[in-house]
């Protein structure tokens, strides 16, 4: 398996991803930006399948931040988005982070399985966040 950062030629790739695993997909502008930003976006990339799961995070002083965590519909359930995690999770470590946030939407079991699964707590919740109306959950993991 192999976790690397994505450059701007996996754009295509990305919002394809995007578009399968995200009601509200990030487009092509967003996700360039932020792998021009620097913001860290790392996929795992597999020779026979390409581009099957993404993290876009965002480094804060003391914190981290989860913007998306995708995994190919056809690729799910088996440890992609796990790994992606702890590779976050090693990352934090070694740069000092105090905690890691995210949102996730409401209806999303799986995602809030895993997160519980991983130590993160539920922190909030945003009413209507989402352009559908759905509440968005708040979490956060401190490290």
Not at 32 to 56: C, F, K, R, Y
Not at 106 to 119: D, I, M, R
């Amino acid at each position: 398996m192999n976790i690397r950062n994505a450059i701007l030629t996996d754009i295509p790739a990305l919002q394809e991803l995007e578009q399968q695993c995200n009601p509200s997909p990030w487009s092509a502008a967003q996700l360039s930006s932020s792998i021009n930003t620097l913001q860290p976006v790392w996929v795992i990339d597999q020779p026979e399948h390409g581009i099957i799961a993404m993290l876009v995070w965002q480094k804060l002083p003391d914190e981290a931040e989860i913007h998306l965590l995708n995994t190919h519909p056809a690729h799910r359930r088996q440890g992609y988005a796990q790994q992606l995690l702890e590779h976050l999770f090693q990352w934090a470590q070694q740069h000092h982070i105090n905690r890691i946030l995210l949102e996730v939407r409401a209806s999303n079991y799986g995602a809030l399985q895993l997160y519980k699964h991983n130590g993160f707590q539920r922190c909030g919740l945003r009413k209507n966040y989402y352009h559908n109306g759905e509440d968005a959950v708040l979490m956060e993991k401190p490290c």
